[in-house]
């Protein structure tokens, strides 16, 4: 079968709910829903925003193109008066990672969160009208994950009422800051403050880095691009740099100051907020990285998904049709998980972003109460859910054969733009232990009288939770709600326990918590995954119209948590949680959950509206057609140009005149 466009339209016609309504539920709202739609169609209607060449396209030519694409994207939004809503959902639907993603994604908020009043109301209208361009320069050549070992100084002058920002090594070189190596004007920069030969330890400050005139670096700056990157085009669009200081003078007030000061007589004070705020942006990002987790999942899935139902093999009876792959069990099995965790992340990136928000009001009310929560969340939700997302991606491409290896399937620059979200605001296992320090200082407390609250709140149960056994009798038992949830509790917290039982056992804490790393990973996991896991159910308590929709999140949700379920069996078993009939259950379920889920996949993936300029894909194609668009696209590799290539002349023909020759010897 040469067109695929009768399955896809077959496919749509089996679904048993109204895609239209879980369109909405998957934006979050109607309003959300039709911001989306109207800019998403407004980016892939423009052709200067075309991106179906820029994988043949040399570093220099990217680059030049992403300035390009930035500039009319700030046109644009200029011209049609988009709001910030609107303008950052251009940006996103753009998809070509550029220095604009650091000016507005954490050089205006680290201003906005540790600037004080006056300095915000001096830099920020400048950023908000890019007049400057701004980066966040943070990690250095020697050291990213370990902040506090920054090495960049900032030296208190107050003969002249100025900071000597110095980088005294090579490993304290700025290095990885997007935006950094070419662009950018200003950088927020992290140095450690030095008052009277005193280390105040890390704090940020502004630092112009270029001249507003002629773009060149000013006295004291070394600054450039830190090289290709993996992948061809994929992050490559960015550039990351590297940046020395050599005595660069700056005046007092360009330290962002709301956490602490520094006066005129060179005093160091501290205000009543806890120094961690100065870690306030990445938290931020975080929070933002794990909303973008499930945009990049379902894209994957997307493509996966629809091809899968394009693509046959085997089981052509007496001439008929093969079979789609997508009715193979054990495609169903890889992909269905997939699909149901971009919702489930979908779900769990909306209430993050309500606990950000809730945590940055109170922070504004001097209320710090929920501050080690709120980093907990965001960095293990962060870990959970990039993890997830780069495999997942990967295993897309494998679920689409080998045309998933082609750049046109459109998942190898998917993956390379994807995967450093596990190393970048913080690598995902450094973060884990972030959670597991917390999930041991809940621990620790629980017989103080200090109730734990917010996601830790299960650990307030914890001698029922240590007694617990299911009572799953049957597959349909796994169905129902409470029933995952306590499972899931119950193995969380008996994880943490069991850490914190095997710590107590060290004279030096801090040798236990590196002796028992990997255990306490696991652990952080755990917990991580039992928030996933709840947020969905919470979700489904809510009032959810739509026709039959209700009822295909219910399946949703009951794959994510027993495909999980199924992959830590060990640990479900290992803590006594379940036994393993239990555990043969809800295997039998999951395949049961498949069958409900497979009429219905092709219009959940439809749910997340994406145009074809935004998949960039030529098998996730909304029409189906792969086959005579594949091969249209071949031909217009840059190869192709010639019948016969560059080079040949040089190097092959000699060759082969050569075998010619030594044959009639
Ligand atoms: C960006 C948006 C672009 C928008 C426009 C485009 C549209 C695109 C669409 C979607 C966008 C999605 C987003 C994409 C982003 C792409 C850009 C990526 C750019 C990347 C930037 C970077 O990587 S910046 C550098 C990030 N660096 C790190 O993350 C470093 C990691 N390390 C740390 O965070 C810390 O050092 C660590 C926490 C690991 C340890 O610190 P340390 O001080 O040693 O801490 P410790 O002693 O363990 O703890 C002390 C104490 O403090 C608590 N704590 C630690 N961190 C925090 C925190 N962040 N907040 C609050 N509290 C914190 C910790 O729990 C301890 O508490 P106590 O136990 O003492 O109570
Ligand atoms: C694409 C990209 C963009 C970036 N953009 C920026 C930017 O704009 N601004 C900026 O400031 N930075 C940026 N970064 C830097 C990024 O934040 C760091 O790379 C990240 O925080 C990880 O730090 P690291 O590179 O020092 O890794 P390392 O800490 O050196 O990690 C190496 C290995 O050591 C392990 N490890 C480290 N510490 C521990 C520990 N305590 N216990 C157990 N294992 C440990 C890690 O798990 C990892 O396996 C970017 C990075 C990338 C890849």
């Known amino acids: 079968?040469?067109?695929?466009?009768?399955?896809?339209?077959?496919?749509?016609?089996?679904?048993?709910?109204?895609?239209?309504?879980?369109?909405?539920?998957?934006?979050?709202?109607?309003?959300?829903?039709?911001?989306?739609?109207?800019?998403?169609?407004?980016?892939?209607?423009?052709?200067?925003?075309?991106?179906?060449?820029?994988?043949?396209?040399?570093?220099?030519?990217?680059?030049?193109?992403?300035?390009?694409?930035?500039?009319?994207?700030?046109?644009?939004?200029?011209?049609?008066?988009?709001?910030?809503?609107?303008?950052?959902?251009?940006?996103?639907?753009?998809?070509?990672?550029?220095?604009?993603?650091?000016?507005?994604?954490?050089?205006?908020?680290?201003?906005?969160?540790?600037?004080?009043?006056?300095?915000?109301?001096?830099?920020?209208?400048?950023?908000?009208?890019?007049?400057?361009?701004?980066?966040?320069?943070?990690?250095?050549?020697?050291?990213?994950?370990?902040?506090?070992?920054?090495?960049?100084?900032?030296?208190?002058?107050?003969?002249?009422?100025?900071?000597?920002?110095?980088?005294?090594?090579?490993?304290?070189?700025?290095?990885?800051?997007?935006?950094?190596?070419?662009?950018?004007?200003?950088?927020?920069?992290?140095?450690?403050?030095?008052?009277?030969?005193?280390?105040?330890?890390?704090?940020?400050?502004?630092?112009?880095?270029?001249?507003?005139?002629?773009?060149?670096?000013?006295?004291?700056?070394?600054?450039?691009?830190?090289?290709?990157?993996?992948?061809?085009?994929?992050?490559?669009?960015?550039?990351?740099?590297?940046?020395?200081?050599?005595?660069?003078?700056?005046?007092?007030?360009?330290?962002?100051?709301?956490?602490?000061?520094?006066?005129?007589?060179?005093?160091?004070?501290?205000?009543?907020?806890?120094?961690?705020?100065?870690?306030?942006?990445?938290?931020?990002?975080?929070?933002?990285?794990?909303?973008?987790?499930?945009?990049?999942?379902?894209?994957?899935?997307?493509?996966?998904?629809?091809?899968?139902?394009?693509?046959?093999?085997?089981?052509?009876?007496?001439?008929?049709?093969?079979?789609q792959v997508i009715d193979y069990k054990t495609q169903q099995a890889r992909l269905f998980p997939l699909l149901a965790s971009a919702y489930a992340f979908r779900f769990v990136g909306g209430w993050l972003k309500w606990l950000y928000m809730d945590v940055t009001e109170r922070l504004q009310a001097n209320d710090f109460s929920t501050l080690p929560e709120a980093h907990a969340c965001t960095a293990g939700l962060k870990s959970l859910t990039t993890t997830a997302t780069a495999d997942g991606i990967e295993e897309c491409r494998k679920l689409c054969g080998g045309h998933g290896y082609l750049c046109s399937s459109g998942l190898p620059e998917l993956f390379a733009v994807y995967v450093p979200a596990c190393t970048y605001e913080g690598d995902n296992v450094v973060l884990l232990l972030q959670v597991a320090r917390h999930l041991m200082k809940t621990v620790s407390q629980l017989g103080s009288g200090n109730k734990p609250v917010g996601t830790t709140a299960y650990m307030a149960r914890v001698e029922q939770l240590m007694q617990y056994h299911s009572d799953v009798e049957k597959a349909e038992d796994w169905l129902k709600p409470n029933v995952v949830l306590e499972a899931f509790e119950a193995r969380a917290s008996r994880m943490s326990v069991a850490c914190a039982q095997n710590l107590s056992k060290f004279a030096n804490p801090e040798e236990g918590f590196q002796e028992l790393a990997a255990d306490l990973v696991d652990a952080a996991v755990a917990h991580c995954q039992l928030i996933v896991v709840s947020k969905f159910i919470e979700k489904l308590q809510q009032d959810i119209p739509g026709k039959g929709v209700k009822k295909q999140l219910e399946v949703l949700c009951s794959i994510y948590a027993l495909f999980l379920l199924h992959k830590h069996l060990g640990d479900f078993l290992s803590t006594g949680c379940i036994n393993p009939k239990q555990g043969s259950l809800a295997s039998e379920q999951l395949r049961n959950l498949y069958s409900q889920v497979r009429p219905n996949a092709i219009a959940l993936v439809d749910a997340f509206n994406y145009t074809d300029h935004y998949l960039g894909s030529i098998l996730g194609r909304y029409d189906g057609n792969v086959y005579p668009k594949l091969y249209e696209e071949a031909w217009k590799d840059p190869l192709n140009d010639s019948v016969v290539p560059d080079g040949f002349k040089e190097y092959i023909q000699p060759m082969l005149k050569q075998q010619l020759r030594n044959a009639r010897l």
């Open 1 to 323: 079968m040469e067109d695929g466009v009768d399955h896809l339209a077959f496919e749509r016609n089996k679904a048993q709910f109204d895609v239209e309504d879980m369109k909405i539920i998957w934006a979050g709202s109607r309003q959300d829903f039709e911001l989306s739609d109207r800019i998403s169609r407004l980016v892939a209607s423009d052709p200067a925003f075309r991106k179906d060449d820029r994988t043949t396209l040399d570093r220099k030519e990217l680059f030049k193109n992403t300035l390009r694409k930035a500039a009319y994207a700030w046109k644009r939004i200029n011209e049609l008066r988009l709001n910030e809503q609107e303008a950052y959902k251009l940006r996103s639907f753009v998809d070509q990672p550029a220095f604009t993603d650091l000016h507005w994604g954490m050089f205006v908020p680290a201003i906005q969160g540790q600037g004080t009043d006056e300095q915000q109301q001096k830099w920020l209208p400048l950023a908000y009208r890019m007049q400057i361009i701004g980066c966040y320069a943070q990690t250095e050549l020697g050291h990213g994950s370990n902040v506090q070992g920054l090495e960049t100084t900032a030296t208190f002058d107050p003969k002249t009422d100025e900071f000597v920002i110095h980088s005294p090594t090579l490993t304290s070189s700025k290095w990885w800051p997007g935006g950094l190596g070419k662009i950018s004007t200003h950088a927020v920069a992290y140095a450690r403050l030095i008052i009277g030969g005193e280390d105040h330890g890390v704090h940020g400050f502004i630092v112009q880095l270029r001249s507003l005139d002629d773009h060149l670096p000013l006295p004291g700056i070394t600054i450039g691009d830190i090289g290709m990157k993996f992948g061809n085009a994929a992050y490559n669009t960015m550039d990351n740099g590297v940046l020395r200081f050599d005595h660069v003078r700056i005046p007092r007030n360009q330290m962002l100051m709301r956490v602490s000061q520094v006066t005129r007589e060179g005093k160091y004070v501290s205000s009543n907020v806890p120094r961690q705020l100065v870690y306030g942006t990445m938290v931020n990002v975080r929070q933002k990285i794990v909303a973008d987790a499930s945009v990049a999942l379902s894209r994957a899935v997307c493509i996966a998904t629809r091809y899968s139902a394009v693509r046959r093999q085997f089981g052509s009876h007496n001439g008929g049709l093969e079979t």
